[in-house]
């Protein structure tokens, strides 16, 4: 197995994703950062400095289950302090797993303001995939939003709410276009910067193409088609999917997917790669990008109108695209047939002190200043609230998942769940209606730390007699992250087998910061020394020092 080393200078910088000048993060200079490429049993090794001057940092390494160095998993609050100004801290992990996955910022809402990118794991020499090709690309998808990090933070989380809203355009590998006619300033906004034209991807005909597609979007659940294409699918989340076809592949933030596309259309021309939103009727336009069928120009415009969406409000398509993705029949992990816990996660939109948030059976997560992991591994008393979330609502089944959200009872606490080392966990999220009438909406919801298996989606309330007796147990796909559906249920299993403290929250970044999240411990005693690095925050800070005063 090699080492990689990478060494990473995170600043802010102007640039013009969407044409309009914003300032982005930057890894290197650029935004999406460096793809990480590794083979399956690497090492890899992250040295990261905070350039941002003014801003904390924390970068996690989403679908690496960080085996054995749980304080490497980036997420601020829970596995670690973060990187203040200045600092450098190194990430050191074991991709051990192939697979398509990605990073990004995980601290405060820092991941929308650009710092994100790829991580392609190949197989070890001598083993193949399940599927053939010719090429591979990463392709990130995102959305884009012309305000500050900051004032979106401050809107969300003060008693005269303002919301996110839509936004200003979507990126397909960091490029989109925004409507530069509706700024007067052209230094501001200018369609011929060379930084917004769009992404292409020159296929050569008759060759096929491994798309690595992944989603880190703010807010927005989105759909992605090629003209004339048709895509199949054949990995989710690191894991092969048993083949199949679809003319538009939905992707919710958090998730990657690989597909596989044939260049075997007309190739005297180009054709359109389009992203567009669903699950919100949103006002953002899609965002293109071109197949460039080689020796065409790859700015040659395709003849054609770009191909139109699929309708935002369709869930049942959504749905019935969830349900497709199942293991690939050589490469099923049979899950254990039984659970040894059920925990049912009813996610509601509720105000508490007046401020609008987002709750799991009525708690809605804070996190402390000392890290869980830090807290709970060195036994620092008194930083986060003991009592354990509820493992069900409790009146849950009176509770109507179609009427207007008005549970007082909510409250926001640090809260989390500790598990039983080697456990077996069901966690069933259950949706319901917002703060607005007739209101659901789509919520991925992301683990850290495991897979797991995907054992079903259903539409209504959760029946805990008879929906358990539907549950897939013969080909379910393992994944990181998958989607609520609107006034739906999702159901997963995991083996709580990873030591350490994980976070589990809607990867909607508003939606996380608003309190949609939670955390899992297990197996605590088992995590080795920590690294005094991930230390320096909260009730961590100085602690040595206190001690001898004493
Ligand atoms: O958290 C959210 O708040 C708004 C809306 O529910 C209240 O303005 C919205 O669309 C969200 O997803």
Redesign the pocket.
């Known amino acids: 197995a090699k080492i990689h080393m990478h060494r990473w200078d995170v600043r802010y910088e102007f640039k013009s994703p969407d044409c309009y000048k914003k300032l982005t993060i930057t890894i290197n200079g650029k935004s999406p950062g460096p793809t990480i490429l590794a083979q399956q049993g690497d090492t890899v090794i992250v040295e990261v400095t905070n350039s941002l001057d003014t801003e904390n940092l924390a970068i996690h390494w989403h679908g690496i289950r960080q085996i054995g160095s749980p304080w490497s998993d980036g997420a601020e609050g829970v596995t670690q302090c973060p990187i203040v100004p200045g600092d450098t801290f190194n990430y050191r992990f074991v991709v051990d797993r192939p697979g398509t996955y990605m990073y990004h910022a995980h601290y405060g809402m820092q991941r929308e303001a650009g710092l994100y990118g790829s991580i392609q794991v190949s197989l070890p020499d001598g083993e193949v995939e399940p599927f053939v090709y010719d090429y591979d690309r990463s392709i990130i998808l995102t959305d884009w939003y012309h305000n500050s990090t900051y004032e979106q933070a401050a809107g969300l989380s003060s008693v005269n709410?303002v919301?996110v809203g839509e936004p200003h355009s979507l990126l397909i590998q960091g490029r989109g276009r925004f409507n530069c006619s509706m700024v007067t300033d052209q230094s501001v906004c200018n369609v011929t910067n060379p930084e917004c034209s769009p992404y292409f991807l020159t296929a050569v005909p008759g060759k096929v193409y491994r798309l690595r597609i992944g989603s880190l979007t703010a807010?927005s659940a989105l759909s992605f088609q090629i003209e004339g294409h048709n895509m199949t699918v054949v990995e989710a989340d690191g894991h092969y999917v048993e083949p199949f076809e679809v003319s538009n592949l939905f992707i919710y933030s958090g998730e990657t997917y690989s597909v596989l596309v044939k260049a075997d259309q007309d190739p005297l021309k180009n054709y359109w790669m389009t992203t567009s939103i669903v699950s919100?009727n949103s006002t953002t336009p899609p965002a293109l990008a071109i197949l460039n069928y080689y020796p065409n120009h790859p700015r040659k415009p395709p003849p054609t109108p770009p191909p139109v969406g699929p309708a935002w409000n369709d869930v049942a398509a959504r749905l019935e695209q969830s349900r497709s993705v199942k293991a690939h029949h050589g490469y099923i992990h049979t899950p254990p047939p039984n659970s040894d816990r059920a925990i049912v996660m009813l996610n509601t939109?509720n105000k508490i002190n007046g401020r609008?948030r987002?709750s799991v059976n009525n708690v809605s997560h804070d996190f402390p200043t000392t890290p869980y992991l830090i807290s709970m591994r060195k036994n620092i008393k008194g930083v986060f609230d003991q009592k354990p979330s509820p493992d069900i609502l409790p009146g849950y089944n009176n509770y109507n998942i179609y009427s207007v959200a008005n549970n007082t009872n909510a409250t926001a606490a640090s809260s989390i769940y500790r598990l039983k080392f080697n456990s077996t966990v069901d966690v069933i999220l259950q949706n319901a209606n917002?703060?607005?009438k007739n209101?659901s909406?789509t919520h991925p919801w992301h683990l850290h730390g495991h897979d797991f298996w995907v054992l079903g989606y259903g539409t209504g309330k959760f029946d805990p007699d008879e929906d358990p007796q539907k549950y897939n147990l013969v080909n379910p796909i393992m994944k990181n992250t998958a989607p609520l559906h609107p006034f739906g249920w999702t159901a997963l299993r995991f083996v709580a087998n990873n030591p350490g403290v994980w976070a589990f929250h809607c990867h909607?970044e508003?939606?996380f910061y608003?309190g949609m999240g939670t955390a899992f411990e297990e197996g605590i005693e088992k995590v080795r020394k920590l690294p005094s690095k991930i230390m320096g925050c909260g009730r961590t800070r100085g602690r040595k020092l206190k001690t001898i005063v004493k």
């Open positions: 709410f919301w807010l919100r939109q609008v987002w917002t703060m607005t209101n909406e909607i508003s939606h608003m």
